[in-house]
């Protein structure tokens, strides 16, 4: 049986999310897990870029795995609450319109909901020892 990539289920489930979605999570990610309080002051764009950099590094499989872990522990402590997050995106570098800002919360909560999706299915615990045994018998 054919597994398909942890990773690439998660990156085609983020490149699904708006822009301003995709920076407030990448700094949000960014200035949990970095030991550099620098971070902070990088704007949406710059945390976003580091992020994706670093979540497509070559490394072996069960690293990768390590870091969609991490991912997945700060995504779901970030999805548990939406509040949370809609207050951060509000006070992120992201300028958010008007009109968006409005229906946030709304989009904050489908988000969540896909979140949790993903993690029943790509990013459970099971799909990802399938996937690195699968890696590993190569």
């Given at each position: 049986m054919e597994h398909r990539s942890p990773e690439k289920a998660f990156i085609d489930?983020?490149?699904?999310?708006?822009?301003?979605?995709?920076?407030?999570?990448?700094?949000?990610?960014?200035?949990?897990?970095?030991?550099?309080?620098?971070?902070?002051?990088?704007?949406?764009?710059?945390?976003?870029?580091?992020?994706?950099?670093?979540?497509?590094?070559?490394?072996?499989?069960?690293?990768?795995?390590?870091?969609?872990?991490?991912?997945?522990?700060?995504?779901?402590?970030?999805?548990?609450?939406?509040?949370f997050i809609v207050t951060h995106s509000k006070n992120s570098s992201t300028l958010l319109l008007d009109d968006v800002t409005a229906i946030a919360p709304y989009l904050w909560e489908r988000e969540a909901q896909r979140w949790q999706a993903l993690c029943r299915g790509a990013l459970s615990d099971e799909w990802l020892h399938c996937w690195l045994t699968s890696q590993t018998r190569l």
């Amino acid at each position: 049986m054919e597994h398909r990539s942890p990773e690439k289920a998660f990156i085609d489930w983020f490149n699904r999310l708006s822009r301003e979605q995709r920076h407030t999570l990448a700094h949000l990610y960014i200035i949990m897990t970095s030991a550099d309080s620098g971070d902070f002051a990088l704007s949406g764009g710059e945390s976003l870029n580091r992020f994706e950099e670093e979540l497509v590094a070559p490394e072996f499989p069960i690293r990768r795995i390590s870091r969609l872990l991490i991912i997945k522990g700060v995504f779901n402590f970030i999805f548990s609450d939406t509040s949370f997050i809609v207050t951060h995106s509000k006070n992120s570098s992201t300028l958010l319109l008007d009109d968006v800002t409005a229906i946030a919360p709304y989009l904050w909560e489908r988000e969540a909901q896909r979140w949790q999706a993903l993690c029943r299915g790509a990013l459970s615990d099971e799909w990802l020892h399938c996937w690195l045994t699968s890696q590993t018998r190569l």
